[in-house]
């Protein structure tokens, strides 16, 4: 993962990857084998519960991308089920202060030299063998390889978003526009319209770019996630199951009304 986002830093071809809403390990994996870079397993909005998000990251790796959960809220122990289930990043929504930043850091480390604040449980049963080269060093590669990905998707986290960035051990800054215009006060779906989304967008790029930390931002699809890799973000889904077949089936149904 970490080096698909690099390649993106570097001016190459963004990171890409799918979100997942419903579970299911064999869908998990035909997701995951469609040549994404990662996939996304989200326990936030999604109809995922946690035996079924363990499922997924070994179906996703089988599939050949990398595994993401995006937790439910920002939570220590929602934390540690998805380290432990063997993901390759953790996606915290909501995130609005540097304190908040910095307690997220130190519940997804474990304990070591450069972690002295981790708190990190060392119980990881079976997130080593998502790991292939690093499997069996997996309680000392976890800190460096898993990415810590906090959602900037409010008001407040704009105005702290320079300072989100600069928190130590934070790797993303991922814009949720849908929470950041209903956080302004706009409908949630009108977000790409609103210049004060706009504003405000460009100045979470600004901030993780001058801290040297990646950039992400939802997307549905192709178009706007070239959209957004135009503008500098390295990283962005292009999809949806659900999107997906809803649309899909949706047309498919209108064509059927002309038989
Ligand atoms: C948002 O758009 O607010 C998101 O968090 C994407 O799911």
């Not at 930043?101 to 450069?114: F, L, R």
């Not at 990881?124 to 069996?136: L, V, W």
């Given at each position: 993962?970490?080096?698909?986002?690099?390649?993106?830093?570097?001016?190459?071809?963004?990171?890409?990857?799918?979100?997942?809403?419903?579970?299911?390990?064999?869908?998990?994996r035909t997701i995951a084998s469609l040549g994404?870079?990662?996939?996304?397993?989200?326990?936030?909005?999604?109809?995922?519960?946690?035996?079924?998000?363990?499922?997924?990251?070994?179906?996703?790796?089988?599939?050949?991308?990398?595994?993401?959960?995006?937790?439910?809220?920002?939570?220590?122990?929602?934390?540690?089920?998805?380290?432990?289930?063997?993901?390759?990043?953790?996606?915290?929504?909501?995130?609005?202060?540097?304190?908040?930043?910095?307690?997220?850091?130190?519940?997804?480390?474990?304990?070591?030299?450069?972690?002295?604040?981790?708190?990190?449980?060392?119980?990881?049963?079976?997130?080593?063998?998502?790991?292939?080269?690093?499997?069996?060093?997996?309680?000392?590669?976890?800190?460096?390889?898993?990415?810590?990905?906090?959602?900037?998707?409010?008001?407040?986290?704009?105005?702290?978003?320079?300072?989100?960035?600069?928190?130590?051990?934070?790797?993303?800054?991922?814009?949720?526009?849908?929470?950041?215009?209903?956080?302004?006060?706009?409908?949630?779906?009108?977000?790409?319209?609103?210049?004060?989304?706009?504003?405000?967008?460009?100045?979470?790029?600004?901030?993780?770019?001058?801290?040297?930390?990646?950039?992400?931002?939802?997307?549905?699809?192709?178009?706007?996630?070239?959209?957004?890799?135009?503008?500098?973000?390295?990283?962005?889904?292009?999809?949806?199951?659900?999107?997906?077949?809803?649309?899909?089936?949706?047309?498919?149904?209108?064509?059927?009304?002309?038989?």
């Amino acid at each position: 993962l970490r080096a698909t986002l690099e390649r993106a830093q570097q001016g190459g071809a963004p990171s890409i990857g799918q979100w997942m809403e419903f579970p299911g390990y064999t869908l998990a994996r035909t997701i995951a084998s469609l040549g994404s870079d990662w996939v996304l397993v989200d326990c936030e909005h999604g109809n995922i519960a946690d035996n079924e998000m363990y499922l997924a990251m070994g179906a996703i790796v089988t599939g050949g991308a990398s595994p993401i959960v995006r937790i439910p809220a920002d939570e220590p122990w929602m934390m540690k089920r998805a380290l432990d289930s063997g993901a390759h990043a953790i996606m915290i929504p909501m995130c609005e202060t540097p304190e908040q930043a910095a307690a997220i850091v130190k519940a997804m480390k474990y304990p070591s030299k450069e972690w002295p604040q981790g708190i990190r449980g060392a119980g990881a049963m079976f997130a080593p063998a998502n790991f292939s080269q690093n499997g069996g060093d997996y309680l000392k590669t976890a800190n460096d390889n898993i990415l810590v990905i906090v959602q900037i998707e409010s008001r407040l986290a704009v105005e702290n978003c320079e300072k989100i960035a600069a928190t130590e051990g934070i790797d993303m800054l991922f814009i949720g526009p849908n929470d950041l215009a209903a956080s302004m006060g706009y409908f949630a779906l009108d977000h790409a319209k609103i210049p004060e989304v706009q504003e405000a967008t460009k100045r979470v790029l600004k901030a993780a770019k001058d801290a040297g930390k990646f950039a992400g931002h939802f997307a549905l699809s192709a178009g706007i996630a070239a959209a957004k890799a135009q503008q500098g973000f390295e990283f962005m889904n292009c999809g949806a199951d659900i999107v997906a077949i809803t649309a899909w089936m949706s047309e498919e149904m209108a064509n059927c009304k002309e038989l």
